[in-house]
């Protein structure tokens, strides 16, 4: 007796799953938008998450982060040459922001419409920015500029994922077919 015997119970080992990839088209598009920390010690999170509710997109994730100084640089690591690029993500670093993923059709743009311009000195008025900020570095909030953005994005917050499955009942009432 003894040694290493081979198992005999040993199950066939199943072919493994294909990585879940992210259904980015249709009405499955998804985005990410962020409150960033200026937002958050405003009091404004509650009122940015409200607005894409009442459009009519769906919420996949939403969660309060403090992100390290090098997570900010990953998160804007194609601002690495800016000047601004310092600045900007020891802010992002600098208190929690509010993470989310929105899903719906057309949610990449029409979300960057939602926000307005990057300077809020140019964002109308009835957009987010145009509501709520005045200084380019206190714009008090991100969305991804791209659906293919906006997967890395959620990638990178979202890493143990989103809640995808969802489909709120109230879709019949957004959609006409
Ligand atoms: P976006 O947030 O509208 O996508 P980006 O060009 O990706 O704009 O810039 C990221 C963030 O960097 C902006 O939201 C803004 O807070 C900041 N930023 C952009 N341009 C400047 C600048 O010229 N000076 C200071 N901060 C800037
Ligand atoms: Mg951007």
Not at 2 to 22: L, N
Not at 61 to 87: N, R, T, W
């Amino acid at each position: 007796m003894g040694g290493s015997q081979s198992s005999t119970t040993e199950q066939p080992k199943k072919a493994p799953e294909p990585p879940a990839t992210m259904n980015m088209s249709g009405i499955n598009e998804k985005t990410f938008i962020m409150v960033k920390p200026d937002g958050v010690q405003r009091g404004i999170a509650g009122e940015i998450m409200a607005r894409f509710e009442k459009k009519g997109f769906t919420s996949c994730g939403a969660k309060l982060v403090h992100a390290s100084k090098s997570f900010a640089e990953q998160h804007y690591i194609d601002l690495a040459k800016k000047p601004f690029y310092g600045g900007l993500t020891t802010f992002l670093s600098s208190g929690p922001v509010f993470a989310m993923c929105w899903k719906g059709k057309g949610v990449v743009k029409t979300g960057r419409k939602m926000l307005g311009t990057t300077n809020p000195k140019d964002s109308a008025p009835g957009t987010i920015r145009g509501d709520y900020s005045i200084d380019i570095g206190r714009n008090i909030c991100h969305g991804s500029d791209s659906v293919e953005s906006a997967e890395n994005e959620l990638n990178l917050w979202f890493p143990e994922g989103i809640i995808d499955g969802f489909a709120p009942s109230r879709l019949q009432h957004v959609y006409e077919n």
